[in-house]
């Protein structure tokens, strides 16, 4: 007797196995929070003078949250060339340990004249109204060119949005104030997960046939999961590139990128990608020193994103234990591989999506990166994970399939026992097909009496079968008799 033929959902193993990720914004949730974590400056936090950079970080950060249009541009190194613009506004940020020396810093050692022109000039919250005082003092002594008024200090010195303590403590991991900077920063990131894992799962759903209803709850419950996952992956990386982690591995990167730069190719797909990142064209040394941010930064996200999508099977092998080791090892083998190369496919898809953006004036180059990148680690995320997924079922059968197997026999068992019908048994699967799924297997995985599991889950629909069969009247020994006369009077004209 053949046994599931008609049931494809319960017959076919592919449908109860878990293939990771998911969730498809698992794919592009490590490139999203490497991309907005390579935008900071994150690198420099754990320099001598880290706390400054934070402060910067900080201060952008406050400005963007509320509506001004803000940009970093410290990083490109100018000489006395400001740090921040807000608002068309030029911003020079000095965080130092008290008033005078914030101060002293702005000016000239020699003649001890305003070093920034028409900068304005962020101090630490704290010292905010000490600064101003001693701006005035300067001003009075004729220290501030092209400004005679003492009150003009309060337009010169702006008030920063953290003290000096909470810029030292943003810079270094494992503190309060540096968790609490990690929370705010990285709900933006999620957000941005949440909103994409939510579009893609609505599509999907919808061109599978679901109700709108129904594919807005799964969205809903595809981008909590997406977005989490982001919020906490992008909260692990910034503390850990807090640390020398961040240097590791800097300067073989950098030269990596530099020596791909040097060719007309590689110095194109270069700048693509910074352009992409940035959303904006940038020059070569520019574009190659954010591209080796990007990919070390990648380097981290990327192995974080993998643990925090796995931590739902570890619970499950450890605690649960519904699944073995060696499916944990094989979905955390495929996670990591999905990731890598949806990181991939972000950074490809960012470049020609820039590239494309810039030539369209409607598009743009930020838009277009997104798009790109959003379609290129999808790509190359689920290609990834099926690829991975092929090669492990090689090594390594999925729990499903065993369990199924052994499912399966023992049906077969409880059919035999009851001598059920073929139709009767077609029956009986297509109940059991109603309560087989994933969860279900992984009820069973849990069972060390497999085979009385299944019986106390299944045996009673055999004994339902026997209870519907029409009842059965032997015949009369009259009849017999007849029956057996016939028998003998054929034999013997034979």
Known sequence: MKILDKTKRFDDEHDFVEEPPKNKADLLLSSLVADNLARTQIFKYSTKYGHGF???????FTDKLSGKVAEVVGPSN???GADRVVNGVLIQSKYHASASKTIDAAFTFSWGRYRYGEQILEVPKDQYAECVKLMQDRIRSGKVPGVRNPAEAEKIVWKGSVTYKQARNIAR???IDSLVFDTKTQSVTSVSVFTVSFVITFAQACWRGESVAEAARMAFESAIVGGSTAFITGIVSAQLLRTQVASFGAAPIKNGVKAIAQTSVGGTVIRQIAAGSLGK???NTIAIRHVAKLLRTNAVTAPIATVVISSPDFYRAVFKRSISWQQFTKNLSINAAGVAAGTAGWLGGSAAGA???SAVPVIGTATGAVVGGVAGSLGAGIGGTVAAKSLADRIVPDDSKRLIKFLRNELARLASEYIVTE????????RVAMTVDVKWLRRMFTQYHKRDFIRIEFEYLFKAALRNRDPIMLPSAEALEAVVDKICLLEETT
Not at 54 to 60: F, S
Not at 423 to 430: D, L, S, T, Y
Request: aromatic share 4%; net charge negative; proline share 7%.
């Open 54 to 60: 934070a402060a910067e970080d900080a201060n952008h």
């Open 423 to 430: 139709p009767e048994f077609e029956r009986i699967i297509k």
């Open 173 to 175: 991991s494992g503190n």
């Open 355 to 357: 590239a494309i953006g």
């Open 281 to 283: 064209p940038v020059t």
């Open 78 to 80: 100018t000489l006395n």
